[in-house]
């Protein structure tokens, strides 16, 4: 089976920008989950979607958004992008079953906010 | 979800050595599991042990739970310089979210 995979791998934008980034999970996975990761915070939860419904959100502020397709994939945007955006921003799927709770990251989307 | 807090923040041994990090939680789990993240990369997931287990074995690696302390460790035995990363712990009440603390940097040294 295919990993889950992201794109793009590096971004750069500026202040005020808008950025879209995109989660493909394993096939068959019906929950994808955001994290953002910097080093002054670590890994911190963004939300999670299952069946293309939000079911778990983290604390961010509203211009942090996203969606999920009918295919799983789902996307993150970012509106209004602030330096302490900068962060590898990570994805990861899962099956959402309870019983099977392990999760399966992607690479990760490093984005760079000048 | 709830937080895992590992100790040590970072530990340097030589390659040969077993390393051991520890992973403590508040509150009750369904299950807690372990996290590896080479720099920079993604996470990859090591071993998943369920609240009614005490311990688990994959490889070169040994999970033990104890939820009366709810604390759990994790030991990697005979360590390689590939094993340098960042290990991470995430206490689960059974659902997708996972929330987890800053890590234990393990530096594992030719």
């Known amino acids: 089976k295919a990993g889950v995979t992201q794109t793009p791998r590096y971004l750069i934008k500026t202040r005020g920008q808008q950025v879209t980034l995109s989660c493909s999970p394993i096939?068959?996975?019906?929950?994808v989950s955001w994290y953002q990761q910097t080093p002054g915070q670590g890994l911190q939860f963004l939300f999670e979607y299952f069946s293309e419904t939000q079911r778990n959100k983290g604390n961010f502020p509203g211009r942090f958004s996203g969606r999920q397709f009918s295919n799983s994939r789902s996307e993150m945007n970012v509106s209004t992008l602030e330096l302490g955006d900068s962060a590898l921003y990570l994805c990861?799927?899962?099956?959402?079953?309870?019983?099977?709770?392990?999760?399966?990251f992607g690479p990760g989307t490093r984005l760079l906010v000048l | 979800s709830q937080q895992g807090e590992e100790d040590p923040q970072a530990l340097s041994i030589q390659e040969g050595e077993n390393a051991t990090m520890n992973c403590s939680y508040k509150?009750?789990?369904?299950?807690l599991q372990w996290y590896r993240q080479n720099s920079g990369r993604g996470l990859v997931h090591l071993i998943l042990i369920r609240s009614n287990e005490r311990e688990k074995h994959s490889g070169r690696l040994r999970v033990t739970l104890d939820t009366s302390k709810k604390s759990s460790s994790l030991l990697i035995t005979a360590s390689r310089a590939a094993d340098t990363a960042s290990y991470f712990c995430a206490p689960s009440s059974g659902y997708s979210t996972l929330t987890f603390g800053k890590g234990t940097m393990l530096l594992v040294s030719p």
């Open positions: 096939s068959g996975h019906r929950s």
């Open positions: 509150t009750s789990i369904n299950n």
């Open positions: 990861a799927s899962s099956s959402g079953r309870r019983g099977q709770e392990t999760q399966y």
